[in-house]
């Protein structure tokens, strides 16, 4: 980027009105049941979910609660907009490093912990690099109190959602909360 391009798009954030700062909470499907999840969701105050999944769909039926027609038509009944943003998913080829770290490990997708720091490095060159974190939360629009970022895995720091709530919160000092939701602690 030159440097009148840069001067530019520093004018243009410096005119972008200021938001309220929302609440993000990052949340992912694995190890919970339909009841559970939207439970969790309530609980938490999630009024703008936005899923960064690439693929939205899951296979079999412990979690076809959250494929795209379901989990949207069940997140309209409880008034929580949806918004797809598959331009933050990781690639194929980045998933394909973080497929490679993983069965070197000899770690199932849903086990995984952590992620490979290959992958979180790629992801953040790839998705993070151009990412502008003011109209990310701009185009969410003013409604958005509590924002829920989305993907399947179960902790946070095995998904790629916790690198971009954590530029969320390093760009704009929003506060992130993570949900690890399972059966045994919604009741």
């Known amino acids: 980027m030159s440097e009148s391009e840069q ?93 490679v770290a993983d069965k070197a490990a000899k770690t199932a997708k849903r086990q995984r912990s952590v992620l490979d720091p290959a992958f979180a490095a790629a992801y953040r060159q790839e998705r993070l690099a151009g990412f502008d974190s003011r109209q990310f939360i701009a185009d969410l629009g003013p409604e958005a109190r509590v924002v829920a970022l989305f993907c399947v895995e179960r902790e946070p720091a095995a998904c790629h959602r916790s690198l971009l709530a954590t530029r969320l919160q390093r760009d704009l000092g929003l506060l992130v909360e993570h949900l690890i939701v399972d059966e045994t602690n919604m009741e």
């Open 7 to 99: 001067a530019a798009r520093l004018a243009s954030l410096r005119e972008m009105p200021t938001l309220p700062a929302p609440k993000l909470v990052t949340i992912g499907v694995y190890g919970s049941d339909e009841a559970s999840f939207f439970a969790a969701l309530q609980q938490a105050g999630v009024d703008t979910f936005v899923d960064i999944r690439s693929r939205r769909g899951l296979r079999g039926a412990a979690y076809a609660f959250a494929n795209s027609q379901r989990l949207q038509a069940r997140l309209a009944e409880l008034g929580i907009r949806y918004s797809h943003r598959p331009e933050l998913a990781p690639s194929s080829q980045t998933r394909g490093q973080q497929a």
